[in-house]
């Protein structure tokens, strides 16, 4: 259940993507069989190759890859929000057991994936959110949000949807309002900040 979450929840930023480049088209490139992981090792910083070693870590306990279904875990775990489409493309599987991922493999797919323009911030998602926040103030309609989720971006079924809005979407208010700003931070991973209204900044 938690594996089935963590995949809704990527692929609600996916949606995200999706409605804030929705203008951008150019297929990511695929790297994950073309480049040498020294040199690209080379082009990520210190503190990017640690961040990268801990959660490899967590993910390869046994020092012997990883299932490439997990890729886009892997890159959520890092702060990264790539589409799925991305993710196939850099090599993540559909199903367990296809093949698996080393290390050093893996180092030249997260450098592509932060140059890579086909992944959407948190501000984005704000942004993209506030068009739909009539009255300014950090709200808007619950319902709206639904659809908005059901009917753009990647494939999410109405069960995926419900596990992730009862997990970050707080209670409709008396007038069917929601607050957005609390909902993405939860679906990003980001502390939820004290004042919600994105128009106070």
């Known amino acids: 259940v938690a594996e089935q979450r963590v995949s809704s929840r990527g692929a ?12 951008y088209t150019r297929e990511p490139n695929e790297v994950h069989s ?8 080379m082009e990520l910083s210190k503190d990017d190759i640690e961040r990268v070693n801990f959660v490899w870590g967590i993910y390869d306990s046994t020092n012997e890859g990883v299932d490439a279904f997990y890729l ?4 959520r775990a890092l702060e990264m929000n790539p ?15 296809e093949k698996k991922l080393m ?13 890579d323009k086909d992944q ?21 309609i619950g319902g709206e949000l639904t659809h908005i989720l059901l009917s753009l971006g990647e494939k999410l079924s109405d069960q ?4 992730v809005v009862k997990d970050c979407m707080e209670p409709e208010d008396e007038d069917g309002m929601i607050p ?3 909902f993405l931070a939860k679906v990003c991973g980001k502390p939820v900040p004290a004042d919600d209204n994105p128009f106070n900044k």
């Open 12 to 23: 609600l930023q996916s949606i995200f993507v999706r409605i804030v480049f929705r203008g």
């Open 34 to 41: 073309r480049f040498e992981s020294a040199p690209v090792k």
């Open 72 to 75: 886009g875990d892997l890159l």
């Open 83 to 97: 589409t799925l489409a991305t993710i196939e493309k850099m090599g993540g599987t559909k199903k367990k057991g």
């Open 103 to 115: 290390v050093d493999e893996f180092y030249p797919i997260f450098a592509q994936v932060i140059k």
């Open 120 to 140: 959407g911030v948190y501000e984005d998602f704000i942004e993209c959110l506030k068009l739909y926040d009539k009255a300014e103030d950090g709200h808007m």
């Open 160 to 163: 995926e949807l419900d596990e």
């Open 180 to 182: 957005y700003v609390p």
